[in-house]
């Protein structure tokens, strides 16, 4: 009974390297989405899936890429990474992305440190 | 763009107190959902309120939404040393159905 399984959970990455956050889900949930967590500022949305080939933007997309090839997997990339962007992601998926009462699924998250 | 305020940002107290936490909005929501996260783990739901004035209670967490949909209270009974944590709550946005959510409010109770 995995829910949403995060790797790596922790991450040290120099200024202008890429990498790629993993995300799986075996709960065949529809929706999936990626937030980050800052001290003081809650959770932001960066990307979103409502389902296999189907992606968008949230809140804070910049700097970041997603695809979603499959219903399980939803990999976000840092394509060139910044100290912004030093935070601690979390995935996140749930059954439906339209039902008033489906409930978010979060992984154990990632702690990137830009250097 | 809808913002979802939490007051109060920290709160330590002892056990045994009682306390209540504030999420307010000028915004209307289909649903408010409040979440607990613990250091090290990503949040996991509480409970879901949809329809405005709303009360549920979960053992000593009583959860209020507002007539209006624009805001929500945690109120906890006699709180415990394992109540510790982050408390988050999250609005589903009415026009868009995403959830937004607010600052978190961290709770530390002590023995």
């Known amino acids: 009974n995995a829910g949403v399984t995060q790797t790596p959970k922790f991450q040290v990455l120099k200024t202008g390297q890429s990498m790629t956050l993993q995300c799986a889900q075996d709960m065949n949930h529809e929706y999936m989405s990626w937030y980050r967590q800052d001290p003081g500022m809650g959770l932001r949305l960066i990307h979103y899936s409502v389902g296999a080939g189907i992606t968008d933007q949230g809140e804070v997309p910049n700097g970041y890429n997603v695809s979603r090839s499959t219903t399980e997997d939803f990999p976000l990339r840092l394509l060139s990474a910044a100290p912004s962007q030093t935070s601690v992601y979390f995935c996140?998926?749930?059954?439906?992305?339209?039902?008033?009462?489906?409930?978010?699924?979060f992984g154990n998250g990632t702690r990137l440190t830009v250097t | 763009t809808q913002l979802l305020e939490q007051s109060p940002q920290f709160l330590s107290i002892q056990e045994g107190e009682n306390l209540t936490v504030y999420c307010n909005s000028s915004s209307v929501f289909s649903s408010l959902q409040w979440y607990r996260q613990e250091p090290g783990e990503g949040p996991v739901l509480l409970v879901t309120v949809v329809t405005g004035g709303e009360v549920k209670k979960l053992k000593r967490l009583t959860f209020q939404f507002g007539d209006a949909r624009k805001d929500s209270s945690l109120h906890i009974t006699a709180a415990q040393p394992g109540d510790t944590g982050l408390y988050l709550c999250?609005?589903?946005?009415?026009?868009?159905?995403?959830?937004?959510f607010g600052q978190g409010t961290t709770l530390q109770v002590k023995p």
């Open positions: 999250a609005g589903r946005s009415s026009n868009t159905g995403k959830l937004i």
């Open positions: 996140a998926s749930s059954y439906s992305f339209i039902t008033y009462n489906s409930p978010l699924h």
